[in-house]
């Protein structure tokens, strides 16, 4: 049986990751260069506002719950390449989507079924982008 803490625990290792590709795909936008990464920089600034609301969710559920939310971003490599940073993106997507997945599971063991509907929908999200970098890997 799940418990309210490691719902709790699990919420906050949600927020890091999303505090943390927040601030990769700001790097990523930065650094990145030539025709395909003058697309992907719009493509990168597009996604940290969603990842902004992502993260301002899971920040006001922790609260209510009881929590104390983190302000430790998870850290991540830092690729030279636009393929690799694209691969990177990539699998931290679907490590997203396994975690969301796992928690939405926690929330409804517990009973906070408005939770896991969310964190199910924040699951589709992340499961939308991978789609989309997966396009563009092809593409290269």
Do not use: C, W
């Not at 601030?23 to 990168?44: D, K, S, T």
């Not at 609301?53 to 690729?79: N, Q, R, S």
């Not at 928690?103 to 992340?126: N, S, T």
């Amino acid at each position: 049986m799940a418990s309210h803490d490691e719902l709790i625990r699990g919420l906050n290792e949600d927020l890091a990751a999303e505090l943390g590709t927040i601030i990769r795909y700001n790097y990523q936008a930065g650094v990145a260069e030539g025709p395909i990464g003058e697309h992907l920089r719009e493509i990168f600034r597009d996604e940290v506002n969603d990842e902004l609301g992502h993260a301002a969710y899971l920040t006001d559920i922790i609260v209510d719950l009881g929590g104390e939310p983190t302000t430790e971003p998870m850290t991540f490599d830092k690729p030279e390449s636009i393929r690799e940073m694209l691969e990177l993106d990539l699998e931290l997507e679907k490590e997203d989507i396994r975690r969301y997945t796992e928690h939405a599971r926690l929330a409804e063991d517990l009973g906070q079924i408005e939770l896991m509907v969310k964190l199910e929908e924040i699951a589709a999200d992340e499961g939308r982008h991978a789609r989309q970098i997966e396009r563009i890997l092809r593409g290269l």
